[in-house]
C-alpha cells in the first residue's frame, strides 16, 4: 500500500491554484467488498496541506468512486508544495506531495 | 495548594493553545459520527430513490436543520449518467462558506462527503461519485449560519455500487 501514491497536477493561475489529485485506492463500499469478498474499505478523510496550513479538507464516504479524483482550487502561488494525505477505514496511511507550476 | 493551581493553569494554557490548531482539522466522521450511518428509506430490497427523507435527515444530523434556501450554489452534474461507477459531479459557489456537504438517494447511506473550507476558501469541489441507480444529487452549502443548497437529478442507465 505504502508504494501507491497519490497523483498530484497542480497549475497556478492569477493567484488561484488549481489541484487535480488521483488518490490510488479501490473505494470498496459495502455492497462491492461483500460481492468480492474483501473487507469494506474506503478513504475516510483526506486532506490537503501548503506549508502547514489546510488548503482543502474532506470527510469521504464508500460512495467516491474506485481511484478518487478531486479537483479544488485555492489562492496560492507557483511553487507551491501541495502536500495531499489520506487516511482510509482500515487504517491505512498515505502522504504525496507535488509543486504547483 | 499553590502548585496544584499552576499546574492547572499550566493545562489551560496548553489546552488554549492546542484548540485553534484543531479547529482547521475537522474530520465529521469523529464530530457527527451518526451522520454517515443514516439510510436513505427502502422499497422493497431497493432504496427508494423518489424519496428525499434519508437526504433530509442526514442534513439534519449534520446541521441540526433541514430548512435550505434555495440557490447561490452550482452544481454541475450530467442529466443522464450511463455509468454509475463513475458520476462527475462540481460544486461552486460564491458564498463565503463555512462547509459543503453532498447528498443523494441512490445508494444505501445517504451522506457522501461532507468539506470543511478552511478560511478565505475558494468553494469549487470537482469529485466522481457511484451511484447506485437514478437518484437525486443535493449539494448544501453553510455559509453565514444559513444553508444553502442545489438538487440535481441523475439518471443512472446502468448502477454503480456492485449491482
Keep these: 500500500m505504502a508504494t501507491k501514491k497519490t497523483r498530484i497536477k497542480a497549475k497556478a493561475k492569477n493567484g488561484i491554484v488549481t489541484v487535480m489529485a488521483l488518490a490510488k485506492h479501490p473505494m470498496y463500499s459495502g455492497a462491492e467488498a461483500k460481492k468480492l469478498k474483501v473487507k469494506q474499505n474506503f478513504i475516510t478523510y483526506l486532506k490537503a496541506e501548503v506549508s502547514g496550513k489546510i488548503v482543502y479538507e474532506v470527510t469521504s464516504s464508500q460512495f467516491f468512486s474506485k481511484n478518487p479524483y478531486l479537483k479544488f482550487k485555492y489562492k496560492g502561488n507557483k511553487g507551491d508544495e501541495i502536500v495531499i494525505s489520506w487516511v482510509d477505514l482500515l487504517g491505512n496511511k498515505n502522504t504525496s506531495k507535488s509543486k504547483a507550476k | ?163
Excluded: H
Excluded at chain 2, 133 to 147: F, I, P
Design chain 2, 1 to 163: 495548594m499553590n502548585r496544584r493551581k499552576f499546574i492547572s493553569i499550566g493545562l489551560g494554557v496548553f489546552v488554549a493553545a492546542i484548540i485553534p490548531s484543531s479547529l482547521s482539522a475537522v474530520n465529521f466522521r469523529d464530530t457527527k459520527p451518526k451522520a454517515w450511518s443514516l439510510m436513505n428509506p427502502l422499497k422493497g430490497k431497493k432504496v427508494d430513490a423518489s424519496s428525499l427523507n434519508g437526504i433530509n435527515s442526514a442534513m439534519k444530523e449534520l446541521y441540526g436543520t433541514s430548512t435550505v434556501i434555495e440557490g447561490k450554489v452550482k452544481l454541475k452534474a450530467p442529466d443522464i449518467a450511463e455509468n454509475g461507477a463513475l458520476v462527475p459531479i462540481t460544486i461552486s459557489s460564491d458564498l463565503n462558506a463555512k462547509t459543503v456537504a453532498l447528498f443523494q438517494n441512490a445508494n444505501p447511506e445517504a451522506t457522501v462527503a461532507v468539506f470543511n473550507v478552511p478560511a478565505n476558501g475558494i468553494v469549487y469541489y470537482s469529485l466522481r461519485i457511484k451511484m447506485g441507480q437514478t437518484g437525486t444529487v443535493t449539494a448544501v452549502v453553510e455559509s453565514g449560519g444559513k444553508l444553502y443548497s442545489a438538487t440535481r437529478v441523475v439518471k443512472v442507465t446502468k448502477g454503480g455500487c456492485g449491482g
